[in-house]
């Protein structure tokens, strides 16, 4: 049996399809879909233009254009396409979509020649347009001049300008060659979605007067547009830059767009002005990003990128925040000497990256305070991961104010679980009370009731509730299944002793601030020792103190609440919230304790004695840190301590220097409270103080150690 007998049928379907394809003639179309322009067919062209949204336009779409050195069509298209395109009325648009463009195309030699010198502006521009073509000759000019005073060849393109009249249609044209613009003014808009640049683009110095349009183009070699202007919308969303892109010292006065853009290779944005929305997001670098020096006025959208490269923002300026939400950052952030107004900050929300292979790099001690997270849910290995690079860069104080920031977004999340409502507990009329409508409550209620909210997102799944009634209620309600009362007044435990570290010294984090609360807590408790052993009675025999000593003591502890008030309102956060804790620590048991004192009166013997006494045997500056206040009872020890001499215009020193034993265990000379005929109550005050300085000296030695780096005073970390 023959083998072509023993085919397939599959074979011989396939035969039988490609005679058919061979014997059935094809359409024309598809036979050159993309006919050679002649200058014949342009002639036809130019005479007929066709109307495209209430203007003429000159069509030639889906054309190939041979534009190469030696083609016969090339002299011919410059001349013919810039007379029809200069006509002294409405320029009409040039469309090349569709179209295959071989060899170079010189968008110079179609446009307007305009000399540097004169003052005769074309009439077709706008006042915008004429104010910044006349910027442009003057700055032309003086760079001319310059270069004649230093003896450099003047650049040729330095002497005119060129003006571009006609809009320019090129959507999914293919330049097999590159498409020159420098130095020109483009008039008309430009619209280049899916064109593909097979050599690049070259506008530098350009100024584009109307919206441009390069959405989802290619630009398979780089793209130069150093110095340009874009006085109106720019687009290059979902573009392709695949060796790179200059646009070093251009400007973009309204929005700017590369998202979704993949970009390769050198790219070069310093010293860009950026006057609108920058967005960048959801864009994949894949090649190394420079922002040197460039500013952003409006917002910049980072979000959803991917860098594979390092993202360079040194000297950048920021006028709005900057949004990096869930990018994905593979290599190092550059952000040294950034510039970061009050209204201005870094939203990392989501932020992704590496310890082993990237750094962020910033300016010590400012680079800390511009990172901004919402909340710590979903956050908090990303701001552990923040505070270990800098601790690694040795940045103390930026990983300080991360860890910050930290506590405090842990202590609103434990006080909306404290203060909120529980989204899975909660009735419709407390719902309601929260923020919900009526309806919105009870689709809550109903959904819950077949399963439990696990999150507070959850209600954005309950018909009715959209995310603007998420966002208007989500810091007022929280999901728990259970939520006993134990652990409930467990964690308000912890969170008020959390509280207490952020308000009181920011967690650990200003020096200034906890030193300022002992600037103020050591002179009160001076005044009030004073005033229980100084002033014990006004009848029978007074024994109060002279007047002089009191003006005095006021004087010198008023210079110390002045400035401990002072340090604690300038380094404090929250600086009414830290006085009223201050306030309730120094104040009220130390109020009812004298109150109670005065009440009852005091008689017992050693009236004419003071209640404190001094180790007399030397007089040095001591640390004192495991000094009780109270006297021993050793007759050996207590023959070395003698009562304080009342009669000394000095005495008022040993107050503070008592209360500074005390509070900070360090002081001037050993002053305790003597152990006989004391009354009970004065007892409980001073050994409240020393309990407080207790707490103060391992807070104080705690800021040392997180504030210092290398001074392990306290294990924190």
Not at 306 to 317: E, G, K, M, T
Not at 416 to 429: D, E, H, M, W, Y
Request: with cysteine.
């Amino acid at each position: 049996m023959p083998d072509w007998l023993g085919r397939s049928w599959k074979t011989w379907l396939g035969l039988l399809v490609v005679l058919a394809g061979l014997l059935i003639p094809s359409p024309v179309w598809a036979v050159d879909s993309h006919p050679p322009l002649t200058v014949d067919l342009l002639r036809q062209r130019l005479a007929a233009p066709v109307q495209r949204e209430g203007r003429p336009a000159i069509d030639l779409r889906y054309y190939t254009i041979d534009l190469r050195p030696d083609s016969a069509l090339s002299d011919s298209f410059y001349r013919l396409l810039s007379g029809g395109l200069q006509k002294p009325a409405t320029a009409p648009a040039l469309d090349l979509s569709y179209a295959v463009v071989q060899g170079d195309l010189d968008l110079q030699r179609l446009g307007q020649r305009e000399p540097l010198y004169g003052d005769t502006l074309s009439p077709l521009l706008s006042q915008a347009g004429r104010a910044q073509l006349k910027r442009d000759r003057q700055r032309l000019l003086q760079l001319s001049r310059l270069s004649q005073s230093l003896l450099i060849q003047g650049q040729g393109s330095s002497q005119q300008i060129y003006l571009f009249k006609a809009p320019l249609v090129a959507v999914q044209t293919r330049f097999s060659g590159q498409v020159l613009g420098g130095d020109t003014f483009f008039l008309g808009r430009l619209l280049a979605s899916g064109a593909v640049f097979e050599q690049g683009l070259a506008v530098a110095g350009a100024r584009f007067n109307r919206a441009v349009n390069f959405s989802g183009a290619d630009f398979r070699q780089g793209v130069q547009a150093k110095g340009s202007l874009f006085f109106d919308v720019a687009r290059f969303d979902q573009s392709q830059f695949r060796s790179g892109a200059n646009f070093q010292g251009a400007e973009f006065k309204a929005n700017a767009n590369f998202s979704r853009a993949v970009l390769a290779g050198d790219l070069n944005f310093s010293r860009v002005q950026w006057q609108g929305v920058t967005d960048f997001a959801r864009t994949v670098w894949q090649g190394s990003a420079f922002f040197v020096r460039s500013y952003f006025a409006r917002g910049l959208f980072f979000t959803e990128a991917r860098f594979d490269a390092p993202l360079v923002l040194r000297q950048a300026r920021f006028g709005e925040p900057v949004n990096l939400r869930n990018a994905l950052v593979g290599s190092d952030i550059d952000l040294g000497d950034a510039l970061f107004p009050p209204a201005a900050y870094l939203n990392v929300t989501g932020l992704e990256f590496s310890l082993g292979q990237t750094q962020i790099l910033g300016t010590p001690g400012k680079i800390g305070r511009v990172f901004s997270v919402p909340q710590l849910a979903g956050n908090e290995t990303l701001l552990r991961n923040l505070e270990r690079n800098f601790r690694r860069l040795e940045q103390i104080s930026d990983a300080n104010y991360i860890a910050y920031t930290a506590e405090r977004l842990r202590l609103k999340a434990w006080q909306q679980r404290l203060l909120g409502t529980n989204i899975n507990t909660a009735s419709v009329l407390a719902l309601v009370r929260v923020g919900f409508t009526e309806a919105q409550a009870a689709a809550v209620v109903e959904q819950r009731q077949t399963q439990t909210f696990l999150g507070t997102e959850g209600v954005l799944s309950v018909p009715g509730v959209d995310l603007a009634a998420y966002l208007k209620v989500r810091d007022r309600i929280f999901a728990r299944d259970r939520f006993p009362i134990t652990q409930r007044v467990a964690l308000a435990l912890r969170w008020l002793w959390l509280g207490g570290l952020v308000v009181l010294s920011r967690y650990g984090t200003s020096f200034g601030l906890t030193f300022g609360l002992g600037l103020v807590a050591i002179p009160t408790f001076a005044l009030m020792f004073w005033l229980v052993d100084r002033y014990r009675r006004r009848r029978a025999t007074p024994i109060l103190p002279p007047l002089a000593e009191g003006l005095w003591l006021a004087g010198g502890c008023g210079l110390l609440l002045g400035l401990g008030l002072n340090a604690l309102l300038r380094a404090a956060d929250y600086p009414l919230l830290t006085l009223g804790f201050l306030f309730m620590l120094l104040v009220p048991v130390p109020a009812v304790l004298i109150g109670l004192v005065i009440k009852q009166g005091r008689y017992h013997d050693l009236m004419e004695e003071s209640y404190f006494v001094e180790d007399g045997s030397m007089r040095q500056l001591r640390l004192l840190i495991a000094r009780l206040p109270v006297i021993p009872k050793f007759p050996f020890f207590r023959d070395r301590y003698t009562y304080l001499l009342l009669d000394r215009r000095w005495n008022w020193l040993n107050y503070l220097d008592f209360s500074l034993n005390n509070w900070l265990k360090f002081g001037f000379n050993d002053i305790r409270l003597r152990d006989q005929q004391v009354p009970g109550l004065i007892t409980a005050l001073v050994w409240y103080q020393w309990g407080l300085g207790l707490l103060y000296t391992a807070l104080l030695l705690w800021t040392l150690s997180r504030t210092i780096p290398g001074l392990n005073l306290l294990i924190y970390f």
